[in-house]
């Protein structure tokens, strides 16, 4: 994999010789483009991939003031130019999938550039009056207002307090500079719609696991009602982070029937 530094976001790209197609991979909230290792490797074996840091994550610094989704999507729309300036990589031909809240910018971006397809999986409308908001951020969001709590409070409610405190305490600080743009991206997604879900063009699927909280089930499917035409699709065994530990199945039955 090329590691690239593209509009000061760090990324990542697999060129494949023989393909037009390229599948871009948009990591969710408190996330890098490391959990996509897996499923890049997939890609790769029939199309370019692309995965990249989100604005505010991991190697990819922060602006002046925390990222709200508009600018998520700018920078995926960016990247997506210049995939296709200096590489030949078509918007056209491209299938984006985005994870959790990253299907917000990868549904966005793929409207403005006329992608050849969008994917996402248990990536929740918050906008809506129907969406249910009862996620770990949700609580948290009315309960605390400084950023690096807030995070810290997001991560020991993800992955437990006996797994965060044996994090490094770099770990642990990285985690905390990045609640900042965590929370902004969560309170953002709340208050108005990103984009018209009327302006969303097939293909369009959306994948939820079997396994996951029930509120991440309701409102992957509240999402693809939203579209004519979605396809919806289960993954029996799978829980929210199946980019992690489902992704042969999430890349067979979600993305690679988008590719061809």
């Keep these: 994999m090329k590691s690239l530094k593209i509009n000061g976001l760090q990324c990542g790209l697999q060129l494949h010789p023989d393909s037009e197609i390229t599948l871009i991979l948009v990591h969710g909230g408190m996330d890098r483009m490391s959990s996509m290792r897996k499923l ?33 999507i700018a920078d995926l729309v960016g990247l997506i130019e210049f995939l296709d300036t200096e590489y030949g990589l078509s918007p056209t031909n491209t299938v984006l999938f985005g994870h959790s809240i990253g299907g917000v910018p990868a549904i966005g971006a793929g ?28 609580g948290l969001i009315s309960e605390i207002d400084d950023p690096s709590e807030f995070a810290e409070a997001f991560m020991r409610r993800m992955v437990g307090n006996k797994v965060w405190e044996k994090l490094p305490g770099s770990t642990k600080q990285q985690r905390m500079n990045e609640g900042a743009t965590l929370r902004a991206e969560m309170v953002d997604v709340r208050l108005a719609a990103p984009w018209d879900w009327r302006d969303i063009t097939l293909p369009f699927a959306v994948g939820y696991g079997g396994l996951s909280r029930e509120h991440q089930i ?18 029996p065994d799978a829980r929210h982070g199946a980019h992690l530990d489902n992704a042969s199945e999430l890349y067979a039955q979600l993305i690679q029937p988008l590719l061809v």
């Design 218 to 235: 309701a409102n992957a499917k509240l999402l693809a009602s939203l579209v004519k035409g979605s396809v919806l699709v289960e993954l």
């Design 40 to 72: 890049m490797r997939l890609g790769a074996e029939t199309a370019n991939a692309f995965a990249y840091d989100r604005r505010g994550y991991a190697g990819s610094p922060p602006l002046s003031r925390p990222a709200l989704l508009a600018d998520h």
């Design 111 to 138: 409207i403005q550039v006329g992608s050849k397809a969008t994917c996402v999986f248990e990536t929740s409308p918050m906008w809506l009056p129907q969406c249910s908001t009862s996620g770990i951020g949700g």
